[in-house]
């Protein structure tokens, strides 16, 4: 069983940059996919990127691609989302979560582990 603590959200302008965390806390495994989704108030929960712990390998939906990047700390245990070029329809709760898994997994009924969520808020 593992915790996961975010971090990082707040107000920017369009056009501008946050990077939001994902600390991971208690026991681990050796293959883990971390995840990131969103969730805007009445909107169903969208995946915005995932990365396997052990690799580094990445995976991003065409409705983020070229503007976030996920990124992971072996050492800090911690993961990272940097956004972009960001957009007032990115704004949501900001959501990471994590599964044992061998490789990235873009369903969220298949993650195990969730966060508390941080608000991204894009002003025009």
């Known amino acids: 069983q593992v915790q996961l603590v975010e971090s990082g959200g707040g107000l920017v302008q369009a056009g501008g940059s946050l990077r939001l965390s994902c600390a991971v806390s208690g026991r681990t495994f050796s293959s883990y996919a971390m995840g990131w989704f969103r969730q805007a108030p009445g909107k169903e929960r969208e995946f915005v990127g995932a990365?396997?712990?052990?690799?580094?390998?990445?995976y991003y939906p065409d409705s983020v691609k070229g503007r976030f990047t996920i990124s992971r700390d072996n050492a800090k245990n911690t993961v990272y989302l940097q956004l972009n070029s960001l957009k007032p329809e990115d704004t949501a709760v900001y959501y990471c979560?994590?599964?044992?898994?061998?490789?990235?997994?873009?369903?969220?009924?298949?993650?195990?582990?969730w966060g508390q969520g941080t608000q991204v808020t894009v002003s025009s």
């Open positions: 979560a994590a599964a044992r898994a061998t490789k990235v997994i873009t369903l969220y009924t298949e993650y195990d582990y």
């Open positions: 990365v396997s712990w052990s690799t580094g390998s990445t």
